[in-house]
């Protein structure tokens, strides 16, 4: 038998969560090879006239500019840099996919743009080594002066053949909210596939939760060892309530107990993340072992499951717990998870990592991040390495999309310097890589055929998200006492977005549509069948007419 745990904490040996998910598959595509030509540089980003990134003497507090006018408020001097963590999670929409073929518009307070832009391929070039590559374009949209800019970072493709092995402690929800189909069922299909794909030098261990916890499967090496892997994982049913906190708990201290040198120790955690027993607070669950957590370097993959599911609490969770979340609603989705895309979630590339543009003020007006709402950074700490980033694997981009509105006459001058900070896993050196942008490579049309197709996916995506939140009147918080316009309620019969330049839903069904058609990419056809989905359950059959340009303040919207 293996141990069991409450909800009290049994002990303080335990280790970092380490939902950061894994299972590298020797049977399975790894990441893209290197095919980029762009290094890293220590130390800083490349010198020009531009507001540099994390000036010496702070420019202001971010945001500045939230409609001091309707607040009757002079605004401060407009702060022209934007800085947040690098978030890889896409958790966000692939729940949204599912409530919406499901016929029920997915909760707007679950909706994070971030996460829709990162579901797609884009078409970054990649560093030849460690760290990331820079690509910064855009496009002009309809509105004048408005164009949205794409800031493109990504990491190189996983070498299998060269990667260490992988230790691995799999935290498996077997509550009752489980036993609905495509939960617990799909958790141990996705299982016995992983337990298939990895390599014989490999570990994994088996942590089962629902009231109490218990490590059904120590730290095992696969090799030999199969068929008693597969029987433990045939042998989960669900049964009692949901103890996320014994069973993160146990987690740690199984994969700290099991863990080895060498290898790549992570933890995963497989959930509805419907928490009702126990601690059901993601930041006090982490709070709990946070020491062992730093000590260890251990992360948090999330793999969310099922048509009800806790996403900003698993969200939270591995934010907390430095790592990222994904979701797989059939098996197709799973074997992409732990198949085909295992590099990005198993290994590591970069800790700690974070972004941050420094926008010209003789260029840009107004500018406006999308997404990416809990990801912020103060602008200071971009060179602080004791404040926590994201963290990136192998094979992985992380896209962040801004609208940004230019001067008058600005169409030949500098727009912004886009950067990236990180340390590296193993030796926590810093590391940065910058890259800058001109007006002239955002003048093209957003939706005109020399438009990069991956740019004009993600904008659908981007503009997708802010018609959801606008469909229930929702409004993102942008500090703990302060809301944007419009605030939480009344659904609006026309959604059209709150971004300068946004299309309705239905015109960008229509994009989506046209997209899918000329890249010959499913997932960007899911994408289209997810806006005709939105657009009948909204009642949207006519393109609405589109927005007009008025006076604005400077700075950030």
Same mark, same amino acid.
């Given at each position: 038998m293996g141990r069991v745990r409450t909800g009290v904490r049994a002990r303080t040996g335990a280790v970092a969560l380490v939902l950061a998910g894994a299972m590298l598959a020797t049977g399975c595509g790894g990441g893209d090879s290197s095919d980029g030509a762009k290094h890293s540089r220590e130390g800083g980003g490349k010198q020009d006239s531009a507001p540099m990134p994390a000036p010496d003497q702070p420019q202001g507090t971010e945001g500045a500019q939230q409609d001091e006018a309707q607040k009757g408020i002079a605004p401060e001097k407009p702060d022209y840099l934007s800085t947040f963590a690098l978030d890889v999670d896409t958790a966000s929409y692939g729940y949204a996919r =599912?409530?919406?073929? &499901?016929? $029920?518009?997915?909760?707007?307070?679950?909706?994070?743009?971030? &996460?829709?832009?990162?579901?797609?391929? !884009?078409?970054?070039?990649?560093?030849?080594?460690?760290?990331?590559?820079?690509?910064?374009?855009? %496009?002009?949209?309809?509105?004048?002066?408005?164009?949205?800019?794409?800031?493109?970072?990504?990491? =190189?493709?996983?070498? *299998?053949?060269?990667?260490?092995?992988? %230790?691995?402690?799999?935290?498996?929800? /077997?509550?009752?909210?489980?036993?609905?189909?495509?939960?617990?069922?799909?958790?141990?299909?996705?299982?016995?596939?992983?337990?298939?794909?990895?390599?014989?030098?490999? =570990?994994?261990?088996?942590?089962?939760?629902?009231?109490?916890?218990?490590?059904?499967?120590?730290?095992?090496?696969?090799?030999?060892? &199969?068929?008693? /892997?597969?029987?433990? /994982?045939?042998?989960?049913?669900?049964?009692?309530?949901?103890?996320?906190?014994?069973?993160? !708990?146990?987690?740690?201290?199984?994969?700290?107990?099991?863990?080895? $040198?060498?290898?790549?120790?992570?933890?995963?955690?497989?959930?509805?993340?419907?928490?009702?027993?126990? *601690?059901?607070? %993601?930041?006090?669950?982490?709070? $709990? /072992? &946070?020491?062992?957590?730093?000590?260890?370097?251990?992360?948090? +993959?999330?793999?969310?499951?099922?048509? *009800?599911?806790?996403? %900003? +609490?698993?969200?939270?969770?591995?934010?907390k717990g430095d790592g990222h979340t994904t979701y797989v609603s059939d098996i197709g989705e799973a074997e992409k998870v732990f198949c085909e895309q295992l590099p990005a979630h198993i290994e590591l590339r970069a800790r700690d990592a974070k972004a941050q543009v420094a926008f010209d003020p003789e260029t840009v007006k107004q500018f406006k991040l999308i997404g990416y709402e809990n990801r912020k950074v103060a602008d200071e700490d971009f060179r602080d390495d004791s404040v926590d980033g994201g963290e990136v694997g192998p094979g992985h981009t992380v896209t962040a999309l801004y609208a940004v509105k230019l001067r008058d006459g600005a169409a030949g001058g500098h727009v912004a310097t886009a950067s990236v900070r990180w340390l590296d896993p193993g030796s926590r050196a810093p590391h940065e890589e910058s890259e800058q942008v001109e007006a002239s490579a955002l003048s093209g049309p957003l939706w005109g055929n020399g438009t990069p197709k991956p740019l004009q996916v993600a904008a659908v995506a981007?503009?997708?998200?802010?018609?959801?939140?606008?469909?229930?009147?929702?409004?993102?918080?942008?500090?703990?006492?302060v809301c944007s316009e419009g605030g939480e309620g009344s659904r609006t019969a026309d959604p059209s977005g709150t971004l300068p330049g946004a299309p309705s839903l239905p015109k960008l069904r229509a994009v989506a549509g046209q997209l899918a058609s000329s890249t010959g990419d499913g997932a960007v056809r899911e994408l289209a069948t997810a806006l005709g989905q939105a657009c009948r359950l909204l009642g949207l059959e006519t393109p609405p007419d589109e927005g007009s340009d008025d006076g604005e303040p400077e700075g950030e919207l």
């Open positions: =599912r409530s919406l073929k &499901e016929g $029920r518009m997915p909760d707007p307070a679950d909706i994070r743009p971030e &996460e829709f832009v990162n579901s797609f391929r !884009q078409d970054y070039e990649r560093p030849d080594g460690d760290g990331f590559s820079v690509t910064v374009d855009g %496009a002009r949209t309809h509105e004048k002066n408005w164009s949205l800019m794409r800031v493109g970072l990504a990491t =190189r493709g996983s070498d *299998e053949e060269r990667r260490p092995p992988a %230790a691995l402690t799999f935290v498996v929800d /077997i509550s009752g909210s489980m036993s609905e189909a495509g939960r617990l069922d799909l958790v141990r299909t996705s299982l016995g596939l992983m337990t298939d794909r990895l390599r014989s030098d490999d =570990r994994v261990a088996i942590v089962t939760f629902s009231s109490e916890a218990e490590t059904v499967l120590e730290m095992t090496r696969i090799g030999g060892n &199969e068929d008693r /892997i597969h029987d433990v /994982i045939d042998g989960l049913r669900p049964t009692d309530s949901t103890n996320v906190s014994a069973g993160v !708990q146990e987690g740690y201290d199984t994969a700290v107990d099991g863990k080895v $040198r060498g290898s790549t120790n992570r933890v995963v955690l497989l959930s509805d993340a419907l928490a009702n027993t126990g *601690e059901t607070d %993601a930041d006090a669950i982490l709070d $709990r /072992i &946070e020491d062992e957590r730093e000590d260890h370097g251990i992360t948090l +993959f999330g793999v969310g499951v099922g048509s *009800e599911y806790g996403d %900003a +609490f698993m969200e939270r969770l591995t934010n981007g503009y997708f998200a802010d018609g959801l939140r606008a469909a229930s009147g929702y409004r993102p918080c942008e500090s703990d006492t």
